[in-house]
């Protein structure tokens, strides 16, 4: 519960509404208890969204393992407990079943070294002892200078990814955006099938599936959070790249290309002189506004481990209960880079119109 909240036992939660992290004791506490009680559950992914939730007033407190509470209110969250710590289950260290079984020695051998010297419940009074809590700036400038070496890690790895992706994405763009105008209808199936895919799922099923299941039903085939951010992003994107060629194709004049068509001019040479040059001026600001979508969809991408921007706000997030300065931080780092983005796009574009 929040500090400054009246509530001191669970009676006091009749009512109410608690949130719980989905899959874990907490929530199977929190499940079989709430009739008894008479609170509502809302289940959240992660600590930092329960704590939010709690903050911003959607919940009165939520439920965690008694560790992750203790550091929390260790770091000065502006938490505290109500009654005692419930029985749970334990902690654990695991690894694929049958394998590693020397990475299993070592780390039994080494746990029971900490245990053994004392250096184990030197780390928990260090970090779960209730003692005096840490103190940290709390503005936003101080938050800021403290972060930034990381929070720029971040946006250049969110940039980077967002380049591979754009570059990756033309080209699919190019290829399956002339399949979409095509006589050869195989081709054009072919397009139209990727189109129709990519645009008709969620690209966090598809950053799933890349980085998830495609391991699963080829073994051995395994992409890191990089690669397989940037292949979904890419294989997205591209997608609506290939409307993006095909619209700007169609919309010049058929009588251009029937005109370059009766001096001679074959098919790929009537595109090539003819209609892609006037095809481009017009997909530029819709190539913008794509490159744009894509710089920020790859905070999306975060939730395969990318440790881009937004990642890295979360990892802050999660170590100092600091959300609402560190949103803020990001956000305007975000409207900084996509104005200046924009800018330049539309410099290209007067260029390119003039």
């Given amino acids: 519960m929040l500090e400054a909240s009246d509530i001191q036992s669970l009676d006091d939660l009749d009512g109410k509404t608690v949130a719980v992290k989905t899959g874990t004791q907490g929530q199977t506490f929190a499940d079989e208890n709430k009739d008894e009680y008479g609170f509502r559950v809302t289940p959240y992914q992660d600590t930092t969204d329960m704590v939010d939730a709690v903050k911003a007033g959607q919940a009165v407190g939520y439920f965690e393992d008694f560790p992750v509470l203790a550091y929390g209110i260790q770091q000065g969250s502006g938490f505290r407990l109500i009654g005692q710590p419930e029985l749970g289950g334990e902690y654990g260290f695991a690894v694929n079943k049958g394998q590693h079984p020397e990475l299993i020695e070592k780390f039994n051998a080494g746990l029971s070294n900490l245990k053994a010297s004392g250096e184990y419940d030197k780390i928990v009074d260090t970090y779960l002892s209730g003692g005096e809590k840490s103190t940290q700036p709390t503005d936003i400038i101080s938050v800021a200078v403290q972060y930034w070496p990381a929070l720029m890690e971040g946006l250049w790895l969110t940039i980077l990814a967002t380049i591979v992706a754009i570059v990756a994405a033309f080209i699919l763009g190019l290829v399956f955006g002339f399949g979409r105008v ?28 890349v980085f998830f299941a495609i391991p699963q039903l080829f073994p051995g085939l395994t992409f890191n959070p990089f690669v397989a951010g940037a292949i979904t992003l890419s294989l997205n994107t591209g997608a609506y790249m290939t409307e993006i060629i095909r619209g700007g194709i169609q919309a010049v004049d058929p009588g251009q290309n029937e005109a370059s068509r009766s001096l001679g001019l074959g098919h790929w040479k009537t595109m090539q002189k003819v209609v892609l040059p006037q095809a481009f001026r017009i997909m530029i600001p819709s190539f913008v506004n794509q490159g744009i979508i894509t710089l920020k969809d790859t905070s999306l991408i975060s939730v395969i481990g990318l440790a881009e ?3 890295v706000s979360r990892q802050i997030i999660a170590s100092t209960y600091l959300s609402a300065q560190v949103l803020t931080i990001v956000a305007i780092i975000y409207f900084v880079v996509i104005t200046l983005l924009t800018l330049l796009a539309n410099r290209l574009e007067r260029t390119f119109n003039a």
């Fill in 182 to 209: 095509s006589k050869f209808a195989p081709f054009r199936w072919i397009a139209t099938a990727y189109v129709y895919v990519f645009r008709g799922t969620p690209i966090l099923i598809q950053a799933f599936f």
């Fill in 309 to 311: 921007l937004t990642f």
